[in-house]
């Protein structure tokens, strides 16, 4: 029987680990071709095992999940079961990476005393015969290639669904070569070698690529059936662009997964690189793109404080005027000094690995003793920040590294993280109070920047001249004919606004940077 009026299974499972003799079946989920409903299952761990962190941060699976789970047994009694309705001996799976699924099913049947009730065909080695220039034949990248809808894919029932579109694009191409029955096409892989990778082979024409224009804009990545996969911009949409797909070696792997899936590409072209970033995060809020990391929305809060740094709020009020910052974490050490200052002992996750309260006390008496300070004039945060200023505005040439270092309000550099096995000492300390003293001020004095930046006139000298104009956090072309009213858009705590403004704010610093004359009239 052809395969196509063949009603065949799909399935995919979810496990603890790489082999079944050192991990077990997580999930299992299954469905049928002419059926419309994924049965999905998760399985009892042996010896109430936890999952392990990793497992769940692949998978997507917790261990709450896991109360509604059944043993082994009865999963695999539940799947028997659903193959009685195709009324053949050994019908036929498809699944896709086999290689993997196979050997944790003959397991487990094995341990059930029975054979495998089924047959397996894996969609992996048929795509890497018909297609084996394409960047990649993951799961995801390779649903993506015939159409199937971007996710996340953790959950073994989204792989089946994912499996399922990507039979269907197989078959298509197996018909053109005059394989359409499970006998023709096992045939065909015993006897087709695998061939080398050559050249990558995009779904997307070279020449839609190459007609772009050398000109500053935002670049939007499209799949076969029009989902936005990423935005980007250009200072020339032609080289940015057309770079994605340069070269062979040693390629970013969730690239090309990207790039196996892209079929389009939908340009704007702008004035400048900087109306390019200011588009570019507007457009990534409004399209939430799958392969977009930076600039989305996502769970992100922003956060302000009183005046005296005592309380702090994710929307800010009349009361909670201090910011915006992106996250409560932004002066979480200066904070937590403050507050051991008032306490018996120091707060031991001041620099967020745990440190020996006497040894954190220890090099703060050394950083006062080393600049003169009372200890307790820090009992204060704004006197923290005061100091802190202070140093950074010395800081001439380097307070703008410092400052974009800032740009994301954790207050974290890479020297400080990873230091936990490392035996500090005091003086390592008090070098590091003095670098959270400078950063936590440029920090504060960046959410002034961008306060600033939310209503201003700005013009920039560069060859052709840039004028631009901000309202309420917004860029506009001209102002309403009765007046803008001016407000403080961070009451509305907007994700949106406040990444509009920091692309603006570093943008400038760019141009500041390549000696551009930067004019800004705040309104």
């Excluded at 979810?14 to 049965?39: C, N, R, Y």
């Excluded at 394409?134 to 089946?160: D, N």
């Excluded at 769970?299 to 994710?314: C, G, I, W």
């Excluded at 745990?354 to 080393?370: H, I, N, S, T, V």
Aim: glycine share 6%; aromatic share 8%.
């Amino acid at each position: 029987m052809a395969l196509k009026l063949k009603n065949v299974i799909f399935l995919d499972l979810q496990t603890t680990g790489a082999k079944p003799d050192t991990a077990h079946i997580l999930e299992m989920a299954w469905s049928f071709m002419h059926g419309e409903a994924v049965h999905s299952r998760t399985v009892k761990l042996p010896n109430d095992e936890l999952i392990p962190k990793r497992i769940q941060l692949i998978t997507g699976i917790k261990d709450e999940v896991m109360l509604a789970s059944k043993t082994l047994p009865e999963v695999l009694s539940d799947f028997k079961e659903s193959l009685k309705s195709l009324n053949e001996e050994k019908p036929l799976a498809i699944i896709h990476f086999a290689q993997f699924e196979r050997p944790f099913l003959m397991d487990a049947f094995e341990k059930l005393g029975e054979e495998m009730p089924f047959q397996i065909l894996c969609t992996h080695e048929i795509a890497k015969r018909l297609f084996p220039n394409l960047p990649t034949r993951g799961i995801k990248g390779l649903a993506g290639y015939f159409g199937c809808p971007s996710g996340e894919l953790k959950r073994a029932e989204g792989h089946v669904q994912a499996t399922q579109v990507i039979w269907q694009g197989l078959m298509a191409a197996l018909e053109e070569k005059g394989l359409s029955t499970f006998e023709a096409i096992h045939e065909w892989l015993a006897e087709t070698p695998k061939t080398a990778r050559g050249k990558y082979e995009y779904p997307l024409p070279k020449e839609k690529r190459l007609g772009l224009p050398k000109q500053p804009g935002v670049y939007r990545m499209l799949s076969r059936w029009g989902e936005i996969l990423y935005v980007g911009k250009a200072t020339s949409l032609h080289d940015r662009v057309n770079s994605y797909f340069r070269g062979q070696k040693n390629r970013d792997s969730k690239k090309l997964e990207m790039l196996t899936q892209v079929w389009d590409l939908r340009v704007t072209v702008v004035g400048s690189p900087l109306e390019s970033a200011l588009l570019e995060t507007d457009e990534i809020k409004k399209w939430n793109p799958p392969y977009n990391i930076s600039l989305k929305v996502g769970r992100r809060e922003l956060a302000f404080f009183n005046r005296d740094f005592t309380s702090m709020r994710n929307q800010a009020d009349e009361e909670h005027v201090i910011g915006p910052f992106s996250n409560a974490m932004a002066l979480d050490s200066i904070l937590r000094l403050s507050l051991s200052l008032r306490s018996p002992s120091f707060d031991e996750h001041m620099f967020y690995e745990p440190l020996d309260a006497e040894l954190l006390k220890a090099g703060f008496q050394l950083f006062c003793e080393r600049h003169g300070f009372e200890p307790e004039t820090f009992t204060s945060v704004r006197s923290i920040l005061a100091v802190g200023l202070n140093w950074y505005r010395q800081l001439a040439e380097e307070a703008e590294e410092n400052l974009e270092e800032c740009s994301n309000d954790t207050n974290v550099s890479m020297d400080e993280q990873g230091q936990e096995d490392v035996e500090l000492t005091p003086e390592d300390l008090a070098d590091k109070f003095e670098r959270h003293f400078i950063r936590s001020a440029a920090t504060y004095l960046r959410t002034k920047k961008l306060t600033a930046l939310l209503n201003a006139d700005i013009e920039i000298d560069t060859k052709n001249k840039i004028f631009l104009r901000t309202r309420n956090g917004q860029v506009v072309s001209e102002l309403n004919p009765d007046g803008a009213r001016l407000q403080n858009p961070w009451q509305d705590s907007s994700i949106d606004t406040y990444d509009r403004m920091t692309v603006l704010f570093t943008e400038l610093n760019k141009l500041k940077d390549k000696d551009h004359d930067v004019r800004i009239s705040l309104r």
